[in-house]
């Protein structure tokens, strides 16, 4: 299944939960938020994104605290659904989603190119999934976008 597939589904489970999802992204940048809006009808669902690429701004505008990101860094499944949770409280939405990981070229905090973390905070609470994705940026963010996006699904069914 394809993202843009992925979230046809996405917004189609939102809807029929009468639920919204907002987004956290660090590694994505927003396309994780583009690809749900490019949905039509995601006006209804899609509360809006916050784009957290620095530490400093994780904990200033996603509420991650700081010693966490002290400890273990940014690229971590604690750090995920910590950016899940405050994006859903930030964002007033039913659902968030975060991602957080290395693209490349290089490694990050001694982390390889092509980890992922994505997590989805909900009223049942935040679940998250370690991804390795192969390929360029391009794919990692792309695969990072995708994986999001099923963990986001597996929380709506």
Do not use: N, Q, W
Not at 22 to 28: F, G, N, P, R, V
Not at 38 to 56: F, K, L, Q, T
Not at 59 to 80: K, Y
């Amino acid at each position: 299944m394809t993202a843009t597939l992925a979230a046809t589904e996405v917004v189609a489970a939102l809807r029929d939960h009468t639920a919204t999802v907002s987004t956290a992204e660090s590694l994505t940048a927003g396309l994780l938020c583009a690809t749900l809006v490019d949905v039509p009808g995601a006006s209804e669902v899609v509360r809006g994104g916050i784009v957290a690429y620095s530490a400093d701004l994780k904990a200033e505008l996603l509420g991650v605290p700081e010693d966490l990101l002290a400890r273990v860094g940014t690229v971590d499944a604690e750090t995920a659904a910590a950016m899940a949770t405050g994006g859903r409280r930030r964002l007033g939405s039913s659902f968030a989603v975060a991602t957080t990981g290395v693209a490349g070229p290089d490694p990050v905090e001694g982390k390889p190119v092509g980890l992922v973390f994505v997590a989805v905070a909900g009223p049942g609470g935040c679940d998250t999934r370690r991804l390795r994705v192969r390929g360029d940026r391009a794919a990692v963010r792309a695969g990072a976008v995708r994986g999001a996006l099923d963990l986001l699904l597996d929380a709506l069914r």
